[in-house]
């Protein structure tokens, strides 16, 4: 039997420090390549450059190394790879899949209150298609991904089971580039997930809505869809994923052995069984068999 090669990654943003919720999700895709017999890649996602931290992206990957989980591969970042994202967008505008938009957000909001929909879904406005047909005399802003009418996306999440998202109902024509030149989220991850032959991608559980447009992505590029499995959110005091704004505190890696202990618990491994292990590589080892015991391939 031959077995597919497995390539996992983590793709954090260096927005700051790893803390107690983005630990859990770089220990499960360590975990997950691991128990798999696989590659584990790390990528720096730092095309979001307002609200990238100096620094961050070095202080994540002596973080990472302290508590043992240790890329394959040198690290990829996403600012170097600006003409990789320009030639997917090339090929979907040549292919009709996407097309300048000349909106603000105001027009965007007139549009639709015209149209008497107020539509409106994490503070994004659905995007009510007015430059589908042109720009009718406005200057280019951003590019948008042309979501086809039957954009119904069914996929299967490895934890959370089937999922199904309209796309063209619930998100609209999405931002590829933005209107102020950078790479939107969508395109770059695609590209990249791709270029990289990452075959499995696990992440925390509220990137799980964007999975729908990643699809529809790579069916338009005619890049393969990796298997998706989104892991349990740390939460901070006010009940919202932790992070920065409610209070999530860098990782402090002179106790890794207690953040990945900690980490673990928060992926439902049973604390028993690895107990045990008094250093990080024994921990690590116990875990890999335990996320092993627990996991759907
Ligand atoms: N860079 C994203 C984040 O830190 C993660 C992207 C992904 O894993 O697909 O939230």
């Given at each position: 039997m031959t077995v597919a090669p497995y390539i996992g990654r983590f793709a954090p943003s260096p927005t700051?420090?790893?803390?107690?919720?983005?630990?859990?999700?770089?220990?499960?895709?360590?975990?997950?390549?691991?128990?798999?017999?696989?590659?584990?890649?790390?990528?720096?996602?730092?095309?979001?450059?307002?609200?990238?931290?100096?620094?961050?992206?070095?202080?994540?990957?002596?973080?990472?190394?302290?508590?043992?989980?240790?890329?394959?591969?040198?690290?990829?970042?996403?600012?170097?790879?600006?003409?990789?994202?320009?030639?997917?967008?090339?090929?979907?505008?040549?292919?009709?899949?996407?097309?300048?938009?000349?909106?603000?957000?105001?027009?965007?909001?007139?549009?639709?209150?015209?149209?008497?929909?107020?539509?409106?879904?994490?503070?994004?406005?659905?995007?009510?298609?007015?430059?589908?047909?042109?720009?009718?005399?406005?200057?280019?802003?951003?590019?948008?991904?042309?979501?086809?009418?039957?954009?119904?996306?069914?996929?299967?999440?490895?934890?959370?089971?089937?999922?199904?998202?309209?796309?063209?109902?619930?998100?609209?024509?999405?931002?590829?580039?933005r209107a102020d030149g950078l790479w939107a989220y969508q395109l770059a991850v695609v590209v990249d997930d791709a270029a990289e032959g990452i075959t499995h991608v696990v992440r925390g559980e509220d990137l799980a809505d964007n999975t729908a447009r990643q699809i529809l992505l790579q069916g338009a590029l005619g890049l393969p869809t990796p298997a998706y499995l989104h892991t349990p959110l740390v939460l901070g005091a006010d009940d919202e994923k932790l992070s920065k704004q409610n209070g999530a505190v860098a990782l402090n890696t002179g106790h890794a052995l207690r953040c990945l202990r900690e980490a673990g618990a928060a992926l439902g491994l049973p604390a028993t069984s690895i107990d045990a292990a008094t250093d990080i590589p024994a921990w690590l080892s116990a875990a890999t068999r335990a996320w092993a015991a627990t996991i759907s391939a």
């Open positions: 700051g420090p790893l803390h107690a919720g983005s630990l859990v999700a770089a220990l499960a895709s360590w975990l997950d390549a691991r128990a798999h017999g696989g590659r584990w890649l790390v990528r720096i996602e730092d095309v979001d450059t307002p609200r990238c931290v100096p620094g961050a992206d070095q202080t994540i990957l002596t973080q990472l190394i302290a508590c043992g989980l240790v890329p394959d591969a040198p690290p990829l970042w996403q600012s170097a790879r600006g003409a990789h994202y320009q030639a997917a967008l090339d090929r979907l505008a040549a292919a009709g899949l996407a097309y300048p938009c000349g909106c603000s957000r105001k027009d965007i909001a007139q549009a639709l209150a015209a149209a008497g929909q107020g539509r409106e879904r994490h503070g994004e406005l659905v995007y009510p298609g007015s430059c589908r047909g042109g720009l009718r005399g406005k200057a280019a802003r951003a590019w948008r991904f042309r979501v086809p009418d039957e954009s119904c996306v069914d996929w299967t999440d490895r934890r959370l089971g089937p999922q199904r998202q309209d796309v063209a109902q619930e998100v609209g024509d999405f931002v590829l580039r």
